[in-house]
RNA sequence: GCGGACGUGGCGAAACCGGUAGACGCUGCAGACUUAAAAUCUGCUUCCCGUAAGGGAGUGCGGGUUCGAGUCCCGCCGUCCGCACCA
């Protein structure tokens, strides 16, 4: 008998793939399509176990669908613009498309070497002008349709650095390189409206029944649609020849709670009161100090500065309300400006407590009505209104509607929706992304470079050793003339958000002429992506741009699929245990060894800490790399570990022992192929086994419940072995060939060829499941006491309840166990169990 | 701060509609084969009491519904993810 031998096996099997072109999908095929996608990576330099994982899922599901007898569209390709590449220019003098490319490079080959089922003649990389260009084209269609527009926004501003940061690069407010305090600096940047859909976007997660309940209730909050008043404050002043300030809020029934008002720091009053104020001007730099992220700016301490400007309640002109200046009030939602009810939310509360307001109770805690609200956790419960006045006794719901009414009424508010969602800043102050298709003249304004222009390439020329964007400092491609008058124009220096090179790769992975972004009837051909697998960390912005543009395309004519993608999975992190030397430096893996139960270090062997399992990440070192791995084990022991034990959502513990150990069972799975001897005559129990497997793993690999399917092949090739030779065993092997093809693919072909068969497994049909093998006639009855199992028997399947309740009084233990006692009640679940209830 | 999820043996987990908790894998232990080792094979492996037969406890914690709860309900605790310029 032959072992199986990897390395001489997964590159020929590879190869005659590849040479077949069995991956390739065809587009004139007239078998059910199937469009089966991973999430692309980014091309970091090497692949790593996230990906492995991503892509052996994506793998197994693509190999079965062929199988079932689907053309599939697997392609893969590269989201090869960011900002990393950038950094190795500066810090390793590298051009970033040079060093993006032979990323590229190393990172298909190490695709390549694990057997993914991919279609590699439709690869691309979104940082080449193929793709860019095309991009800038619907970019400009866009534009022609009204969904582009400039506005001025914030950004992350280095003082010392003199450019903008990425959110990932403000570490505790201060620049990560400089260490410099980072300012919020006002740009005008290009945005897509988003906005407009924002409904349609709502609307269309009820239909999305093949993604998880958690992405769509996160995009819901994330579009955050909620229906409220927006109504005007009138003020004991005029600012900006204007008396009104005008508030939103979600809750309007909490009126008579209010007691104070807060503006945004860039709102137009505190900007106006600083003009005229040193302190306010210093306390609204001092809220404009730190980064732009939301986390940032709402876990910081609520802080606040009293205009002195009062605010009269809308409904008892002389109950004034103080007017404050506060960093917790976001200008991008709402109007910039809302009432603070200190008793039922929290961050009013905070805020009352700290500046000495008072905090009245106006919705009821169960039977706690006192107007005076103690203690320091507000109420955001249900309750009746109580000291609201004619809101007395309502529920919120009702409350929040009669003061609608009433506002609408007397003409000071009216009821409004308002979303969460605000428009796509998509320009990004930095080279190494698309150049975004406009030329700004002074006469005609921002205009669009003609699409005979395009691509507008980006410059090879530049250097990074000055922080900013060489795009500003290369006049040679920034100077140019405007495309309507022919005047001295520049070109737009910033470029495009990565995320729009993200949000339609998809399509043009289905479709790929040269001289369009994509056919419409091709791509409609493949779409929508049938299941699309990646990880959660996208749930929200990625997979809501994509929606977004999909639909953007809609609107003008190009597409006629409005959501990309039917079925959505997220998968799990690789973890792994992370270790630590007495000083705290962190060691990798293969720095370490075990002896015992410790853990010491490989060469020294100094004590080490082994710690927590977290997710891989290159700080805490705790990192393996797929290569070596592939080569010592081979591609399908690396997979079949991918899929086994964790469920895919969940995450995967990487362990030396479970690489071990799915080694192992590649080696048995060839010894019971190659070993088994032909018999006679048939092994009912085998057959059934079988049969159960087969329709277990079908519904398993449709659910990308990798690793249920994983242990009913266990159980299989249990059975297998242990069963004598007979026909029903040789079908047995021949079978489980076709199950672990999509997961084992090289052991398959090989065994395939083995066994005798003609062809490659990759294009064998899937095993049929013949119901009539399923049956079971002898089943396990539980008997319980009380709900406690105390015996168990077995009964021939169909039995009748009397006859099941006769048998379980008939148990000698059960008898022991009632000592003479009559029972109660008896319940009988036919085939499963009997219950006393004595 | 806001939003979302998750929690079952030493470990990863399974358990379909509320019906025998721990399938399957890893680890560990014992044994077989071997001059020896590796590989392989066999058995055991939730915890506690007990030589055993057997008994008791048990699905993060505290309550509840039910003949019966890992599964349903209420309240906690812990961990992880996202928060619009990381991708």
Known sequence: MSRFNPQAVDRRWQKAWETAGTFAADTASDKPKSYVLEMFPYPSGRIHMGHVRNYTMGDVLARYKRMTGHEVLHPMGWDAFGMPAENAAMEKKVHPGDWTRANIAAMRDQLKSLGF????????????????????????????AGLVYRKESAVNWDPVDMTVLANEQVIDGKGWRSGATVERRKLSQWFLKITDFADDLLAGLGELDQWPDKVRLMQENWIGKSRGLRFRFTLDQRINGQSNLQVFTTR???????????????????????????????????????????????????????????????FQPEWELPVYIANFVLMDYGTGAVFGVPAHDQRDLDFARKYGLPVRRVVADGDETASDFEGDEAWSGEGALVNSRFLDGMDIEDAKAAVISRAEEEGWGEGTTEWRLRDWGVSRQRYWGTPIPIIHCEDCGPVGVPKDQLPVVLPEDVDFDTPGNPLDRHPSWKNVDCPQCGTAARRETDTLDTFVNSSWYFIRFASQPDDKPFDKAEAESWLPVGQYIGG??????????????????????????????????????VTHETYQMGDGSWLSPDEVTREGDDWVHIEHGEPVKAGRVEKMSKSKKNVVDPDPIVDQYGADAVRWFMLSDSPPERDLPWSEAGIEGSWRFTQRLWRLIDGNEAGEGEDKDLDRKLHQTIEGIGEDIETLSFNKAVAKLYELTNAIEKAAASESRTVAVRTIVRLVAPMVPHLAEQAWEALGESGMVADAPWPNVDPSLL????????????????????????????????????????????????????????????????
């Open 536 to 573: 959660v960390e996208h749930a929200i912005l990625h997979l809501l741009y994509a929606r977004f543009w999909t639909r953007a395309l809609n609107r003008i004519g190009m597409l006629d699929v409005k959501e990309p993608f039917a079925g959505l999975f997220t998968q799990g992190m």
């Open 252 to 314: 309007p029934d909490t009126i008579f709670g209010a007691s104070f008002v807060a503006v945004a720091a860039d709102h137009p009053l505190a900007q106006k009161v600083a003009e005229k104020n040193a302190d306010a001007q210093a306390f609204i730099a001092q809220c404009q100090a730190g980064g732009t992220s939301a986390a940032d700016i709402e876990s910081a301490e609520k802080l606040g500065f009293d205009t002195g400007i009062t605010a009269a309640h809308p």
């Open 117 to 144: 089922a991919l279609d590699w003649s439709r690869e691309l990389a979104t940082c080449e002008p193929d793709y860019y260009g095309q991009e800038q084209a619907l970019f400009l269609d866009l534009y022609a």
């Open 775 to 838: 049956v079971e006639d002898e089943v396990t009855i539980a008997i319980q006491i009380n709900g406690k199992l105390r015996d168990t028997l077995s009964a021939a399947k169909g039995t009748s309840k009397a006859d099941l309740e006769a048998l379980a009084l008939g148990s000698d233990k059960i008898a022991r166990q009632l000592d003479g006692n009559e029972p109660k009640k008896i319940i009988v679940v036919p085939d499963r169990l009997v219950n006393i209830v004595a």
